[in-house]
């Protein structure tokens, strides 16, 4: 493949890649179509417009540089365009698009003897068949290594997220809009099973008559509370155990944050 | 130029000798498996180590000294092509990466990650840059790293914090890569390169620090890439000068909107390696490029601080000024040289001992080596002298790390930078030092996998994260990675849905780096004293007011515990190395008797107290 070629193909690919991902696709989908036009293409362009060409003993190095370039170019086009109009999806796709593009029209253009072409450049790195290892060798080693890699990362996520998620009872008044002075007090039970609790109003120093609730797995229980001028102490616990999972302290309001 | 005929560097030792080692290390398939073996090990260990399992650290050393090895006696390996070192420094690199996502799958941890996610999250909020970062207040201005980051969220829509990690992943492997390729031109042979790479990406905060999502992962690319190519010497015979400069020159600009340490770093690499250039080697174009890019360095610089970033120079004047005031008084402003591992007195100091030995022996060899024989070219010749004299700055890193105001960090810091130097002459060393004596020859490649393997494990026992939070799951408070759990991270997200952005919030280091980047909050962790006093007195009381306090955030824990970092809230520098004792229970308890302060949160280990009322006296 030469430049010419390449250089086409990229820009097909940034155009293709835009149009894409305008029709919004899943994440992981538009993960995989996006990346590249960010942290590959522009570069790319950018090598195969300055003709920067291959070099024995520097193996892969004009896709090295492509990440490289991808990266400086980003941060200066974002510098420049943030001058004239908001950093969005649309303008950063024009972006990307436009640079990739005008960079392989270069290319294309002053191709008079077109140096031998980044992308296959830096794919002949791979082991040829019957040099270090016949093909299917490569691809029985590279299902290994994903296997293995796939679980390392399921074990990874599924301990990291089994630590994570500790069961957590969050007891919170936030102040309600207005002059009412009232707050909206609010239980979240952040586990996984539902929690019957008891909410206990001391007003003052006199205790009021608790209120038993149920709250259902990451689920959230909200109501809202009017403070006397003697506050109120608002305790959680659990029905008959006097030991407090939360309390609050309320008082009036100073006023809005 | 030297008149003494150019010896050969053994790329390709003869068969005999080494051809049943070569067969086994040269073999990258078993490479590959090895190290995705040992990546799964240490997996297996941070698993063990969430669940509190206490053998945990033995599958956690073992991959990574299994991936060391392997790693070590290929590179090592003369046979080896120059395509397979570039392989294995990148399989280095990936595993790095790997386990860094691995550490901390879920989210950012380490504080200066959630400061650029701060940037990054006004970036998408307000779709323009420079909004002010309470907590990092440069970040805004040096916005490289994060435009790459939020135009891959704009673009895709996926997270955050799975574009960071893309983004910092991307940058770490081919930082490794690049850094092969300008070894390569330094030294003029792979084998030694690729040692060097190696080497490099085995510098103590490498693997832990500059894999995170900060400003440095990028700029240090971009740096690298920049000096590589400047030197580049086959460019401008193909007739393509004028392309090698431009590429340089949108290099150095993206690292100057990057990060302001790597910049300024480079760009006096550039000025310092142009003037040795034109000392040792004459005034030729190699010279006359570099000078001519530092100085271009140094007017994007300018401009980019005059434009946006003027607060840039205080943010690295006042720890520069104390580097040097430290080692101009012989330490007579030094807090202890010890990283906040070894304020514990960890088992494995020894190892940090014995590689800073090993690397300073080493980089002596290879300083000897390359002035006493020249190898390859003049060019490169003269080019590999001149990175061995500039290996000598490890000693002045030593030197910073014993004599100046928090030491440690800033040694930490610059020894990434003087690893792109130190590594030439470590690899000039163990490629050719011992088998200078014909009879030590057949040590030769043993003792350099030795050397690597102390090397690693002196890192990492000094590097980052520290000894103590090696590994993931033990929670400590206000302890960088393992001071962020869920209790803190819900609380923090519960403050800024409820409660709103723009707020003062008094808290500890963990808590206030969580604060900013979710709670959008004004965070401010240096006020200790607000917790360490069992009493509400009039001088707390005027330094709410005096400082426009409005929230507060409490973790029963501080009371439960020192802090394994040394402290729980943020110091001044010339505190560095001391240590703060437990919280008293009084200290946390207090703010409940305190009219017109009202808790308005709890979910057990913490509370937040809204000060807003609190009264004058």
Redesign the interface.
């Known amino acids: 493949m030469n430049s010419r070629r390449e250089a086409l193909l990229v820009a097909a690919y940034a155009v293709a890649a835009a149009v894409v991902l305008l029709l919004d696709p899943p994440a992981l989908l538009a993960g995989i179509v996006g990346a590249p036009l960010v942290l590959l293409a522009p570069g790319l362009a950018l090598v195969m417009a300055l003709d920067i060409d291959g070099e024995s003993g520097f193996p892969m190095r004009r896709l090295i540089l492509s990440i490289a370039l991808s990266l400086a170019v980003t941060a200066l086009g974002g510098i420049a365009i943030n001058t004239f109009v908001p950093l969005d999806r649309t303008s950063w796709t024009i972006w990307f698009v436009a640079f990739t593009c005008s960079c392989c029209a270069v290319a294309i253009w002053r191709g008079e003897e077109p140096a031998a072409a980044p992308i296959a450049g830096a794919i002949d790195w791979l082991p040829r068949r019957g040099g270090e290892g016949s093909g299917r060798r490569w691809v029985g080693i590279a299902v290994v290594v994903c296997l293995i890699l796939a679980g390392t990362v399921a074990l990874t996520q599924i301990t990291s997220r089994n630590a994570y998620d500790t069961p957590l009872i969050e007891l919170g008044a936030r102040p309600v809009p207005g002059p009412s002075g009232e707050v909206e007090l609010s239980v979240a039970n952040k586990s996984d099973h539902a929690e019957r609790l008891r909410l206990t109003y001391d007003e003052g120093t006199v205790p009021n008559p608790f209120e038993d609730i149920e709250v259902p797995a990451s689920g959230r229980w909200s109501e809202d509370l009017s403070v006397s001028s003697l506050g109120v102490t608002v305790v959680l616990t659990r029905p008959g155990d006097p030991q407090p999972l939360a309390t609050l302290l309320l008082k009036q309001s100073p006023g809005e944050g | 130029m030297s008149a003494t005929p150019v010896q050969p560097i053994p790329e390709a030792a003869p068969g005999a000798r080494f051809a049943r080692l070569s067969r086994i290390q040269t073999d990258?398939?078993a490479v590959?498996?090895g190290v995705?073996?040992g990546?799964?090990l240490i997996?297996?260990g941070?698993?063990g180590s969430?669940?509190h399992d206490s053998w945990a650290a033995w599958p956690f050393w073992i991959g990574w000294i299994l991936s060391t090895l392997l790693l070590g006696l290929a590179i090592t390996s003369p046979t080896l092509?120059?395509?397979?070192r570039?392989?294995v420094v990148l399989i280095e690199a990936a595993q790095q990466s790997?386990v860094r996502?691995?550490y901390s799958?879920?989210s950012f941890t380490f504080p200066d990650e959630l400061s650029h996610w701060r940037t990054a999250f006004d970036?998408l909020k307000f779709?323009?840059?420079?909004h002010e970062n309470p907590r990092l207040h440069v970040s805004p201005v040096f916005?490289?790293l994060e435009?790459?980051a939020?135009?891959?969220v704009?673009?895709?829509?996926?997270?955050l914090f799975?574009a960071g990690t893309?983004?910092v992943a991307?940058?770490h492997i081919?930082l490794s890569?690049?850094a092969f390729?300008l070894l390569?031109r330094v030294s003029g042979s792979?084998r030694i390169a690729g040692i060097a790479a190696f080497v490099f990406a085995m510098n103590p905060l490498h693997a832990g620090f500059d894999s995170m999502f900060i400003y440095q992962a990028?700029a240090l690319?971009?740096g690298t890439?920049a000096l590589e190519?400047a030197l580049d010497e086959?460019?401008p015979r193909?007739g393509?000068g004028w392309?090698?400069v431009?590429?340089a020159l949108?290099?150095l600009?993206?690292?100057i909107?990057?990060h302001h340490l790597t910049a300024a770093v480079f760009i006096v690499a550039f000025a310092v390696i142009g003037v040795l250039l034109a000392i040792l080697g004459g005034f030729g174009p190699t010279a006359k490029r570099m000078l001519a890019l530092a100085l271009a360095g140094v007017v994007m610089a300018t401009a980019w601080v005059i434009a946006e970033a003027g607060g840039a120079l205080s943010y690295l004047g006042t720890p520069l000024g104390s580097t040097i005031s430290g080692v101009i008084h012989f330490g007579s402003n030094a807090g202890t040289v010890a990283l906040p591992a070894s304020n514990q007195g960890q088992s494995g100091d020894w190892l940090t001992v014995l590689a800073t030995i090993v690397t300073a022996i080493l980089v002596a060899v290879g300083f000897w080596i390359l002035w006493r024989r020249p190898w390859g070219g003049p060019g490169r010749s003269v080019l590999a002298r001149i990175f061995a004299l500039l290996a000598f700055a490890y000693y002045g890193v030593l030197l910073v790390r014993q004599l100046a105001a928090n030491g440690a960090e800033l040694s930490g810091r610059l020894l990434v930078f003087a690893s792109l130097f130190t590594s030439v002459s470590i690899g000039f060393a163990l490629v050719s030092g011992l088998p200078v004596l014909a009879s030590l020859r057949r040590y030769g490649r043993p003792v350099a996998v030795g050397a690597l393997l102390v090397i690693f494990l002196g890192a990492k026992m000094s590097g980052w994260p520290a000894p103590w939070e090696q590994l993931?799951?033990n929670f400590h408070v206000a302890a960088f990675e393992s001071g962020v759990?869920?209790?803190n991270t819900?609380?923090v997200k519960?403050f800024g849905a409820?409660?709103?952005p723009g707020?003062k919030v008094v808290c500890d280091a963990s808590t206030c780096a969580l604060a900013a980047a979710y709670a959008e909050a004004d965070p401010i962790p240096n006020e200790g004293e607000l917790y360490y006093s069992p009493t509400m007195t009039s001088e707390l009381l005027k330094t709410i007011h005096e400082r426009g306090l409005?929230y507060l955030i409490v973790d029963d824990r501080l009371s439960q515990e020192k802090p394994i970092s040394g402290h729980f809230f943020h110091t001044n520098s010339d505190e560095a190395g001391s240590e703060d004792g437990a919280v008293p229970k009084a200290g946390l308890t207090k703010f409940?008797d305190v009219?017109?302060?009202?808790?308005?949160?709890?979910?057990?280990p913490i509370q937040?107290y809204?000060l807003?009322?609190v009264p004058l006296e």
Request: proline content about 6%.
């Open positions: 990258l398939p590959l498996i995705a073996a990546t799964l997996a297996i941070f698993a969430r669940a092509s120059t395509r397979g570039v392989v790997l996502w691995m799958p879920l970036i779709h323009h840059l420079y916005p490289g435009e790459v939020t135009s891959l704009s673009l895709t829509h996926i997270g799975a893309i983004v991307a940058s081919a890569a690049a390729y390569r792979a990028p690319l971009l890439v190519t086959h460019a193909t393509r392309a090698q431009a590429l949108i290099c600009a993206g690292m909107v990057t993931p799951g759990d869920r209790a819900e609380a519960w409820n409660i709103g707020h409005e409940e009219p017109g302060i009202m808790r308005i949160y709890d979910n057990g937040i809204d807003r009322g």
